[in-house]
């Protein structure tokens, strides 16, 4: 890879107007980017670049409260969601970031990696200190953490938890930042559309969202590759139900944001 030839063609090439990905170095060898990658790099070149010169800002994923060394509370979330929403940005344009606590090792999507929801909500302030336009929120952050115990709590008997709210991620991020474009995710159970959406129109009137995306997921979608959502944008009465892969739906989403702008 580092042949003068080689460079020297590449260079051409790349003058040339053509797109050059990778390699990705890996124990001191160049190699190949995955198929996946170079599908989305395509599909970022190809696309309308609806979100050009945006700077969007997502979350993904669950969160892990320590309880002792060894032990967590967590919930369902595979973070799907965030990925997809994370990639379709970068598809149409945007300089993403993703904060959540798996591993796309994507190129073109930087990555910042938390585990509890403190380390989430401090690592997303602290990002969009450094000037977002977007903040996609659909990470699945704890709403209770436990002081944890420093050493791994005995199994020979009953166990009793305080637990503790926590931080609320959407509160802090509108309250430093009123000009920062919002989509917030609300998640209930097992209650009927009617109640949903209100309770999803509450959120977004507390935090003045931007959008929000609501869903049950009683009837599924957590931990799932597919979901069954309805899109809220304020100002509007408009609802529209999106189904389907989680592709699907993060399509749905950045199109609805992008007419924001």
């Known amino acids: 890879y580092n042949s003068p030839v080689l460079i020297e063609n590449r260079e051409k090439l790349q003058r040339l107007g053509v797109t050059v990905l990778g390699p990705k170095i890996q124990e001191g060898l160049a190699k190949i980017v995955s198929t996946a990658e170079i599908v989305l790099a395509t599909e970022h070149v190809l696309s309308p670049k609806k979100l050009a010169g945006k700077r969007v800002l997502v979350t993904g994923g669950p969160t892990a409260e320590p309880i002792d060394p060894i032990r967590i509370l967590t919930n369902r ?79 020979g008997g009953d166990l009793h938890l305080h637990f503790t709210r926590t931080r609320k991620l959407l509160e802090e991020a509108r309250n430093e930042f009123p000009e920062l474009v919002i989509v917030g995710f609300k998640a209930e159970t097992n209650v009927s559309n009617e109640e949903l959406i209100r309770r999803a129109r509450a959120n977004m009137a507390h935090n003045n969202l931007e959008m929000v995306v609501a869903n049950d997921i009683g009837k599924g979608g957590i931990g799932t ?11 509007t009465d408009e609802i529209k139900h999106v189904n389907g892969k989680k592709r699907i739906i993060a399509e749905e989403i950045v199109n609805e944001l992008a007419a924001l702008f």
């Open 77 to 155: 979330s595979s973070g799907l969601t965030g990925i997809e929403l994370a990639k379709e940005a970068y598809k149409q344009g945007a300089e993403v970031t993703l904060v959540h606590s798996k591993a796309l090792n994507m190129m073109g999507i930087n990555e910042l990696r938390v585990e509890t929801a403190d380390e989430m909500i401090d690592t997303c302030m602290n990002e969009l200190r450094k000037g977002y336009d977007v903040l996609i929120s659909s990470a699945a952050i704890a709403d209770f953490t436990v002081d944890p115990a420093d050493v791994k709590i005995s199994s």
């Open 225 to 235: 590759p597919e979901n069954d959502v309805y899109l809220l944008r304020n100002g």
